[in-house]
């Protein structure tokens, strides 16, 4: 779940730089797009060097077995193609970013990235919800704005250092604002996400998902609580540029932990209807 999580957190990365980029507001400068562009491949490609090493950790990447004869599904094609662009932008990224090559790839660079966002999350319903087409309709949305926002916090540690080494002004409450109301939509999507999950009957595994949401709370803490509070005081605490690596770490941790508590609630749930069916199929069948 921390590759995963990572994932998101990459093709958010690009998703905001390439919009950024193809609008022309983002900071002048090569390295300025070269260091988010290069975190956010390392973030990314973090589960495809695991598929390909085969490990046990990640076994397939985006539904697809490295290094066998499996054919790579869809998904993984378009995550695999999603590098052309942005080797494409790295080497056309310049200075004043105004030339229309580089706004073509940076624009080309979202659409791949957030269709790779989305189609990942279908992918998870697919595998994981195939008889279940009814639960966590918002998944898709959730996978969205947590990219987004991890993302975002990653963007912002790569614009306040480098605003620091070149002695520019970043103005801070922009982001701040547009950060907080992300995680605030974030909340009430995942909250929703939960809340599917509920349903009536399900007896001790019902009341073990609902005690797995109790220990939602620490993953609530480092996604939502240390961001906020980082973003607060960045511009008050003396040396507050350090809060900004130390917010974009807690909200990856946290959200590992949430897509694991997610899961491992999801994979109760399936053994409760799977514990109510099988004992009256026999009867109904015989």
Known sequence: MLLEALALCGYGLWTLLGLA?????????????????????????????AACMRSRVMPEWHGWRVGTAQRPTREAMLALATYLPLLGLAGLVRG????????VASLILMICSLSCLVTSA?????RRLASRAGIAIQLPVSRLLSAWY??????????????????????PLPWEIGLLLMAMLLGLV???NWQSLTEPGLGEYQRAAQGLQSRRFLAAILVWVVPSLSLLLMPIVPGGRWLAPCA???CIIGKSLELWLYDFALTRSAQARSA???????????
């Open 248 to 250: 974009a770490t807690a």
């Open 190 to 192: 995942d909250g929703l």
């Open 96 to 103: 004043t970013d105004g030339f229309w090559a580089t706004r």
């Open 150 to 171: 991890s993302g975002g916090l990653w963007l912002w540690v790569c614009v306040i250092f480098q605003a620091d080494l070149t002695g520019s002004v970043v103005e």
């Open 21 to 49: 980029l193809a609008l022309g507001i983002y900071r002048t400068g090569r390295g300025e797009a070269l260091v988010p562009l290069t975190l956010g491949c390392v973030f990314v490609s973090a589960g495809l060097l």
């Open 122 to 126: 279908y992918g998870y319903r697919t």
């Open 276 to 286: 109510q069916i099988e004992p009256f199929w026999p009867r109904d069948r015989y």
